[in-house]
């Protein structure tokens, strides 16, 4: 399932060698080093058509789900200036890398909570470039994502726990003094041309 592309098998015989720790921090960790080693020597070359963004949103494409381990790896496209408002993973554990392109990625931390509305604090602010890799780890897991260069693609790769069907954002209520409503928004791949 996904799409195929140079290194895949190794990709994938990594990933599950990873997720097979089963505890979640381990899991994490070695998903770090495998992207970030097979990235950097080369060993896997993504499908040209995630080098294509969407004008109107950041492009998902399913590059590969496990049929025995549940964990999805999806490609994500960022056209220049494109990025997300505050979300998380809906509970589960990511690990995000960078395969081209740069990215800022911030993360954040809830001050306050009434009801749907939240508060958020912004923690770190990480620029990210090819062969980097971090992870979110619930309850650690609030962030934004942004290719800030004007001109260029940026593409991550995103090894999600399961499939991501689903995550909350958190909308800046106008005039609210930094309060964010809560809401939930439904996740779809987009097609490979």
């Known amino acids: 399932m996904g799409l195929d592309f140079p290194g895949k098998q190794k990709l994938v015989e990594a990933l599950d060698a990873a997720v097979r720790l089963r505890e979640k921090t381990a899991v994490t960790a070695r998903l770090r080093q495998a992207l970030s080693r097979l990235f950097a020597g080369g060993a896997v070359e993504l499908p040209p058509a995630v080098l294509e963004p969407v004008a109107d949103h950041y492009a998902r494409r399913l590059l590969h789900q496990s049929p025995d381990l549940g964990y999805s790896v999806i490609a994500m496209t960022w056209g220049p200036g494109q990025g997300t408002p505050i979300h998380d993973h809906d509970g589960c554990w990511c690990v995000e890398g960078v395969w081209h392109g740069r990215l800022a990625i911030t993360r954040y931390e809830p001050l306050e909570r009434d009801g749907d509305r939240w508060r958020f604090q912004a923690v770190e602010t990480l620029e990210a470039g090819p062969g980097s890799a971090g992870s979110l780890i619930p309850p650690h897991e609030y962030h934004v994502i942004r290719n800030t260069d004007p001109a260029a693609v940026a593409v991550s790769?995103?090894?999600?726990?399961?499939?991501?069907?689903?995550?909350?954002?958190?909308?800046?209520e106008p005039g609210a003094d930094g309060w964010t409503r809560r809401e939930l928004r439904e996740l779809a791949t987009d097609p490979a041309r």
């Open 157 to 172: 790769l995103h090894v999600y726990q399961h499939p991501l069907l689903r995550c909350h954002v958190f909308v800046p």
